[in-house]
């Protein structure tokens, strides 16, 4: 395979075959100046070429406001199709900026379409081998957080009340012996006038050391370094300093470039945590999907990728985030799998659902309420997602495991009727 | 002000007071773990607080899907609120990548929320003071460009069909004889097999360089360098040895630390090209509206911004794109305007209309067809722009300005009647 593919959700009032082919025009030979040198030898070797169209289903009334109707379609139904478009390497070259430019620039404002997304994009190997990818990836982590069967058990610390540095470490002590394997920042807490990110880590890193020696065990802590490359470096340096094993970037407000440049410097996992792409998919037939999304930012470098959890607080369905799950851990080529990050609203009831759509354990699991809400504690919180996992695994039904297991069970008691 | 202010419109079935509350509390206190330090004194110099909640609508159904409809309110319809919330500069620092996180982070996925678009931000000089803004901005762009009344007039080379460095060149030649101030690559050519950058810049630069000597205007090319940090200082420097004027890059595919990271290094005006933001707006109710996006960008230090052109070809009304153009021509505090960049299906025609509705001719204003479909060539297309801008300046109808002045009156007739 020597060409690019991108899968695209199109709506449409025109044709959709030649709405498809407007856009494939569009992302490569471009409009504006014909030349004598336009022959059909180039225009083959160098067009996007539409590969496939499948009309899907007709709508009365349009997704999106703005396209234009063609004069003889005007009393027709807006049809949505599944579109495939090959992009030739030549235009791109193996540059993971001009493929976002390619397949994902000006199109979303083309006149013909009423929606337009990006569903997935399959890659030549020479332009993924272009492409660092994990450095760590699922055996990189669980090697660093000691963990190799269940799922990496984890939370964020809400930048909440202004925690100082201080404090922080405070909280991360009641943390580290509660027996988590990892914890990290919230995407807001960064570094701030109240909780400098320098003093942060030294504070962090020295009840994480001491609790290592204690244990031998080391959690793992998601520093989070987002900003500009200088200081993303900087406080990379400073996390390796003080004998920390992660770092965390907001992938979506640093950019692409940011992403590379951190990948390039680091010596630890990056956590990736996707804010922001709320923007991009939260319509379903407008911008990017997150398998999309997430082959990007994995060929940059990141190791882990937030996916949201089954049943979470926020507006995405179970099938969005297994879809998003899954798709972390498929190989791209010989670009090894990201982590899943599991959140919001997870308890130990989603670990049986979780396993059986993952068909694996290679994740990060974070809780909140789900270990601080625990009726015996955070330490309790902790056991009883792990005994959900072991049940998950073994393929016992949570409400067996609990009644030899009596973290667990106080989880059902209390968590399960509170979830649907 | 010692807050940032960050307006928004939102769609919610909950009382839009509380949807707004809840977005406030996610995006800056959180929610896990509930401490006691969360004094009131603590989470009021923390929390983002609501300051203005004004109803402008109902609908009687979800601009998006998967928002939630609290049980008391399930008959209701969905309401439109403009809401003005204020960020602490305690959380955020002075870091844009913070701020993008805290004011377009996770709250798109918030489930009370069926619309939610960040349209405008208002932020202190502390902040916009820790930022360079842009380097050249509209009088440097005039004065490397020397053209210090009319828009710089330019044009597009659209990658078309596999363009060799030393066609591009040949291309570019003929546009320089035809007077145009300004060319731009395509968003898609950066780097490729056919076309590398050093090549092309070199090929270029010989022929822009050969007809300044000769005629004293050195025409001013943005050549498209978007990529790693390290690809585009590499390629910075190489436009910079060659004489060149201008670098360009694709702000959204690059991002914010890509483009900080530029600005750094850059001694040339950066071009931003905003490939991709139809991702962000083309939603009326999901994302960011460009005001808000390129305040980010300006602040990372653009100097040129790309806006769409009235009457466009693509899906953007002209009200959204005289917003986006006079945001641009206002400064932020003392971080000084940059210039707007007019473009797609943009001919003489529009130059009345764009003038009236900016009051400014400090812009780039690109035109294709406009310039190569002239009927007596490229030189009498770059002359009617030119005279469009001088009637429109003097405020004197096209068609009058016509009876003297001959290429006017020929695109006048040309594309006068294509246009609505």
């Not at 994902?104 to 379409?113: R, V």
């Given at each position: 395979m020597s060409r690019i593919i991108a899968h695209y959700l199109i709506e449409t009032a025109d044709d959709p075959a030649r709405a498809a082919a407007i856009m494939a025009g569009e992302q490569s030979?471009?409009?504006?100046v014909k030349l004598a040198a336009e022959t059909p030898e180039r225009v083959a070797k160098y067009g996007a070429r539409v590969e496939q169209v499948e009309v899907v289903e007709e709508v009365a009334?349009?997704?999106?406001?703005?396209a234009r109707q063609p004069q003889e379609q005007s009393n027709k139904p807006y049809q949505r199709a599944e579109v495939t478009v090959s992009f030739p390497?030549?235009?791109?070259?193996?540059s993971l900026v001009g493929l976002w430019t390619a397949v994902?620039?000006?199109?979303?404002?083309?006149?013909?379409?009423s929606g337009l997304k990006l569903t997935g994009l399959e890659l030549p190997t020479s332009f993924t081998n272009a492409h660092p990818g994990p450095q760590f990836g699922i055996p990189g982590t669980r090697n660093l957080a000691d963990v190799?069967?269940?799922?990496l058990i984890g939370t964020i610390i809400k930048p909440?009340?202004?925690?100082s540095p201080t404090e922080t470490a405070e909280l991360v002590s009641t943390l580290c012996t509660a027996g988590l394997d990892f914890i990290k920042d919230d995407e807001?807490?960064?570094?701030?006038p109240h909780s400098s990110f320098e003093e942060r880590v030294q504070a962090v890193m020295e009840v994480v050391n001491r609790h290592a020696d204690a244990t031998g065990k080391k959690v793992m802590v998601a520093f989070n370094?987002?900003?500009?490359i200088d200081a993303m470096r900087r406080r990379h340096d400073v996390v390796l300093e003080h004998g920390g094993t992660c770092v965390m970037v907001n992938m979506l407000a640093v950019g692409l470039a940011g992403v590379q440049a951190l990948r390039k410097h680091s010596q630890l996992p990056i956590h990736g945590h996707r804010a922001g792409w709320g923007m991009l998919?939260?319509?379903?037939?407008?911008g990017m999907s997150y398998p999309a999304f997430s082959t990007f930012f994995r060929l940059a470098g990141a190791d882990h990728l937030h996916v949201n959890g089954l049943?979470?607080?926020?507006?995405?369905s179970d099938t969005s985030v297994i879809r998003s799950a899954r798709a972390c851990l498929t190989p791209i080529h010989t670009s090894q799998p990201v982590m899943p990050v599991f959140s919001s609203?997870?308890?130990?009831?989603?670990a049986p659902d979780t396993y059986e759509a993952?068909?694996?354990?290679?994740l990060i699991y974070l809780a909140g309420g789900g270990i601080m809400g625990h009726p015996d504690g955070p330490a309790a919180g902790v056991r009883s997602l792990i005994e959900a996992w072991e049940a998950a695994l073994e393929d016992i039904t949570l409400e067996d495991y609990a009644t030899t297991h009596p973290a667990l069970a106080a989880a059902l008691t209390k968590f399960g009727t509170a979830q649907t």
């Open positions: 030979l471009g409009t504006f009334e349009p997704s999106l406001p703005g390497l030549d235009t791109i070259g193996d994902a620039g000006n199109l979303f404002e083309l006149a013909p379409f190799q069967t269940h799922p909440s009340v202004g925690l807001l807490q960064i570094h701030s370094l987002s900003g500009d998919d939260r319509h379903p037939r407008l049943r979470n607080k926020f507006c995405e609203g997870q308890w130990a009831g989603q993952l068909g694996s354990s290679d």
